[in-house]
């Protein structure tokens, strides 16, 4: 019988006593190393693994040209009993090399091996044992049963110790903290080709929670427990703890978390945990700039208190100029229920809009509770109450609403800035009723749709499309933000912003009671952080049964800067005999 011999890869030397250290550095490393090759050493004979694993073993290839002559004859010298430890891990224990050469050249030198492998080692017994209590854990079942270690397959020792450390890792993670193995060896029989394995893995008993204590000053004892959905006895999981880190520092009432396990308890079979909170900054202030061609240039300041008590009370003021559309917004915030997923919000805010179709002015009040829902979605319910007075086209009024409302919402990205896959919908229902602090009636759907697809790492195609309908009682009384408009950046590019839809009889642009745009383009990557882009929108705002699509396509170029995408983009207005190209500036996530 023959006990493996110690291995070791690159990085440091590793003492694994009867076990040979399997491919030495794991497959992700071997690519690694594969993908970083020199053409300086050639090796013939294997398989793309077995030479990666030989690679990582190897210290000849990470010679350079330049390298002293004696350092690389000595690195090729030791080199065929490197070949042979790293082979050996894979199960191959008879390699042999036919052919090994160095050559000089004045520029560089060149090595090259050619091997046989020879035949494989076969694993004849296999004795795995787990007892304890994670017999009961499918866990630790799964980790057995997609483990490629099995009788009569070839001996891989990166196969044994990755079941090891499987073990081990759920050991650690799920509770079992007396956790050991009884036997683990591998007994190699090179003159028969096989081995075999003998692996017994004790779990004892599966700890659970214990006392979860919080030491900070920064919320209400009741605030901060209600973030906690662990409970004493629970069975321990370490997964638990790191979702709670995650939406404690979601929160943004914390700058540092510290989560520490005691150590296990076997009187009690308990392990309490200590979680050391320090709260954040309590005011933050930005300022912001943008541009759009919609709008124009935009500046923007807030001003936000993110803990008023230690209730967790939010406070908040925005303010926003530009040549169309400036406001000013004040909201009041606090978690309800559980404040992972639930809040309350009062809003209040004056909006002053001029743009080539509507003159209005606004002021607004409202209370929303935001709940997240399953499957990722948030749901907003809203009563908003909104004193407008408009100029559209000819008219002239005052609006006076009280509007109950829904909003659904759910987003799923791969990257929040600039998405490679991903999707937003968000569906909103509101309305209002003469008979109840407002002069008119409407009932008002709209849809939302925002989709990413890459089919290659260096294209993306984005679809966006919007839908809307109302029912309304007196549209004449409804005001600008309630009616449908078309056109602009982020709807029918080729034409101005809000410029499209019906039309009063002296021919100006006063809205619709139904909407359906869509938009799909293609961009390509050129540059890292430069892309070009080809586009076409259609749709249009509209009364009922009077549909009439208009139609803008064109080019553009995105640049990923750091503040997000930059979208420049150049586009023809097919229906518009008065105007050839429209430029259209955007900055903003794709989602």
């Known amino acids: 019988m023959r006990r493996p011999p110690t291995s070791r890869s690159k990085s440091r030397a590793l003492a694994l006593p009867g076990v040979l250290f399997a491919l030495a550095a794991t497959l992700a490393f071997g690519a690694e190393k594969a993908e970083k090759k020199t053409e300086n050493v050639e090796i013939t004979g294997l398989d793309p693994a077995q030479t990666a694993n030989v690679r990582a073993h190897l210290d000849l290839d990470e010679e350079t040209c330049d390298a002293p002559e004696w350092r690389v004859q000595q690195e090729y010298d030791a080199s065929p009993e490197k070949i042979r430890t790293a082979l050996e891990a894979l199960g191959y224990y008879e390699p042999r090399i036919m052919l090994r050469s160095l050559d000089r050249t004045p520029q560089c030198w060149h090595a090259k091996f050619a091997i046989v492998i020879g035949p494989p080692t076969l694993v004849r017994n296999l004795d795995i044992e787990l007892i304890g209590e994670a017999v009961k854990d499918s866990q630790f079942a799964s980790a057995r049963e997609q483990s490629p270690v099995k009788k009569g397959a070839v001996l891989n020792h990166g196969d044994y110790e990755a079941l090891k450390r499987r073990w081990l890792d759920l050991a650690t993670e799920r509770g079992y903290a007396d956790a050991k193995f009884t036997e683990n060896r591998i007994d190699v029989y090179p003159e028969q080709r096989v081995a075999d394995i003998v692996l017994h893995f004790d779990s004892g008993k599966r700890y659970r929670f214990g006392e979860i204590s919080f030491q900070q000053d920064v919320l209400s004892d009741e605030l901060i427990h209600s973030y906690v959905k662990i409970r004493r006895g629970d069975l321990y999981d370490s997964r638990e703890l790191s979702t709670l880190y995650t939406v404690l520092a979601n929160s943004g009432y914390f700058r540092n978390i510290e989560v520490r396990p005691h150590a296990a308890d076997p009187e009690s079979g308990e392990i309490p945990v200590d979680i050391v909170l320090a709260g954040a900054k309590r005011r933050n202030i930005t300022y912001g700039v943008g541009y759009s061609t919609d709008t124009g240039p935009r500046f923007r300041f807030s001003r936000n208190n993110r803990r008023v008590n230690e209730e967790g009370h939010q406070f908040g003021i925005t303010a926003q100029v530009s040549p169309l559309v400036s406001e000013l917004t004040a909201n009041y915030r606090m978690p309800i229920d559980d404040p992972r997923t639930d809040w309350l919000a009062f809003d209040a805010g004056i909006k002053t809009e001029h743009t080539e179709t509507a ?111 109302m029912y309304d009682s007196d549209f004449a009384k409804l005001p600008p933000s309630v009616r449908f408009f078309a056109g ?60 009439s699509a208009k139609t803008g396509a064109g080019i553009g170029a995105r640049w990923l800067s750091p503040l997000g995408p930059i979208r420049v983009d150049i586009a023809h207005p097919f229906e518009d005999p008065t105007s050839s190209w429209r430029l259209h500036i955007t900055l903003g996530p794709d989602l």
């Not at 990722?376 to 109950?404: K, S």
């Not at 697809?453 to 294209?459: C, E, F, K, V």
């Not at 938009?519 to 009922?544: I, Q, T, Y």
């Open 488 to 547: 602009g950046d982020n709807s029918i590019r080729g034409y101005d912003y809000n410029t499209l839809g019906p039309t009063d009889s002296s021919g100006q642009v006063i809205g619709g009671s139904e909407l359906a745009v869509a938009s799909l383009e293609f961009e390509r990557k050129v540059r890292p952080h430069w892309s070009v882009a080809v586009f076409v929108d259609s749709g249009n705002a509209f009364d009922r049964g009077a549909f």
């Open 359 to 469: 003159d209005s002015d606004s002021l607004q009040i409202g209370v929303r509770r935001l709940t997240r829902r399953r499957n990722d979605w948030f749901r907003a319910t809203i009563l908003t109450f909104l004193i407008e007075d408009f100029t559209v086209g000819a008219e002239n009024g005052r609006a006076q609403l009280l509007m109950p409302g829904v909003d659904w919402t759910r987003l799923h990205t791969d990257n929040t800035i600039r998405a490679n896959r991903g999707s937003k919908l968000e569906l909103e229902a509101r309305g209002a009723a003469d008979a109840v602090l407002s002069d008119s009636s409407f009932v008002q759907v709209i849809l939302h749709g925002k989709w990413v697809w890459s089919p290659s790492d260096q294209a993306r195609i984005l679809f966006r499309s919007e839908l809307g309908a």
